[in-house]
């Protein structure tokens, strides 16, 4: 029944009541149902409805959650095959009812403990007004002390007192702590401060510096005064410039990647694993004896364990290399050792066709020791300087067509132009043991060329039968030795050294 229709009806329709009751809302009804036996009624037809248990402990809860249930089952719109909008109609009242009830149910209960409560205050405060005041203390002296009056002011005073004392000491101790941690704040501004003041004065003084050479005018010789900077004309377009500066200070400071680094150790590694390997069968010699081939099979197993670790490198190394392509297999020592004794073999035969070659030569041309030598010195320094190979060549004609003048001082010349000297007098020096002592130091210097590590002088001997002979002084240790054709010879070493007869 709408406010509309009651505005529009006659009054002499409507009675008291009737208008009492359109006036109320539902869940009022609903609380009348509950004081008669209909609504008791009712409320349990209501459970039932809503599928909740009849004895009434549903929480309201459980009572939305049985609605929701039922109304996805019997709305009209749901499109449930259940759909009923009667039967929607009392679940929704129902629910309704159900809600109010345990709402009133829950208000008469609170009310009940609230009446509980206060009855029992009550009953305190009654007991409290019944009960002697014995319990109660002095109002003087903060209560402090028993006894008469006076006993309890001394206490009183002795007690003032010690609280005095307690407060006096927790004053001093909270002083201290701030105070120690404001001096250890002040102490660490302090050294930052002074930190701040030399910085400060440094950039100032290099500035100054830097300002007083500008106007000086000693920047102005720099090569790169007035040009680009080039150190971004080769970078990667799509690299920022913080990376391509970061790596640009690595490569100048000479870091390299550690699989690089790993890389190299490794070729290093196996390279000389190899000449160690090559020069143990070399010193063992032909043909092995059995102490020979022992010390061999000694030295195959101390290879081999070099290779098992150089292998675990290898294995570390695949783990850390960005590329697949760049990963390497395990070195086998059987290849190795093959490997070195091929290579032993090839030495052996070189050595062999070269001593034959050279016995050839010298049985043939007399004249074959100078002639090889300077030959073989012509053929390597093909890219010097065109004077001196122009030089070389000069000697090398002039030996070839017969004419046996050697020209040493030319040669002398030539060779320490071309900083053979220090090499020519290492390997002399490896060939000639024997020191000329008794000779005339006079009668050679005329006739020498001196250099800073070594004094020469060469004679020509018969060159008809191709000997020539040269005086070497060391300035190191001041001793004169005597070489010939065959000392000279880079393929061959001599096979003699006279020392001259003075």
Known sequence: MSCSWLLTAPFSVLSHLEIHRALLPPCCFAARWLSSCKVSRSLLHCYKLL????????????????????????????????????????????????????????????????????????????????????????????????????????????????????QVLDYRRRRRERQSSEDALTASELRRTKNIKITQAIERLVEDLIQESMVKGDFSNLSGKG??????????????????????????????????????????????????????????????????????????????????????????????VPLLSQQMVHFSAERELKRALHAYQELREERRNSEEKAETGEAGN?????????????????????????????????????????????????????????NRQQDIEEFFHMVINAIDDKEIRKDCVHYELFSISVHAGNLDCGHYYAFIKHHEDRQWYICDDTSIRKDKRPQHCNPIDV
């Not at 095959?81 to 209960?109: I, M, N, P, W, Y």
């Not at 690089?260 to 390279?271: N, S």
């Open 227 to 320: 040009k680009p900077l080039s150190k971004f004309s080769h970078s990667n377009p799509y690299v920022d410039p913080m990376t391509h500066n970061l790596n640009r200070i690595l490569i100048e400071n000479g870091y390299q990647p550690q699989w690089i680094v790993v890389h190299k150790e490794i070729r290093e590694t196996i390279a000389q694993l190899r000449a160690d390997l090559l020069g143990s069968r070399g010193k063992l010699g032909e043909p092995l004896t059995p102490s020979k081939q022992k010390q061999w099979l000694l030295n195959c197993e101390a290879f081999r364990a070099d290779l098992a670790r150089l292998n675990k490198r290898v294995d570390g190394f695949n783990l850390i």
């Open 366 to 422: 007399p004249k074959g020791g100078l002639f090889t030598w300077v030959q073989n010195l012509f053929n390597e320094c093909q890219n010097v300087d065109e004077s001196i190979a122009s030089d070389l060549q000069d000697i090398f004609i002039r030996l070839e067509q017969g004419v046996h003048s050697v020209e040493p001082y030319r040669l002398a010349r030539s060779l320490d132009q071309m900083h053979w000297a220090v």
């Open 51 to 166: 599928r909740l248990p009849e004895d009434g402990s549903s929480s309201p809860e459980e009572v939305k959650e049985a609605y929701l249930r039922l109304a996805k089952e019997l709305h009209p719109d749901s499109g449930s095959a259940r759909a009923d909008a009667g039967k929607f109609s009392q679940v929704e009242e129902a629910c309704r009812t159900v809600l109010a009830h345990l709402a009133e149910r829950r208000r008469r209960a609170e009310e009940g403990r609230r009446r509980a409560a206060a009855g029992e205050e009550e009953e305190e405060d009654e007991k409290l007004r019944r009960q002697a005041p014995q319990h109660r203390q002095y109002l003087s002296f903060e209560g402090v002390g028993m006894g008469t009056p006076s006993q309890r002011e001394r206490q009183y005073m002795q007690f003032r007192v010690d609280r005095a004392m307690d």
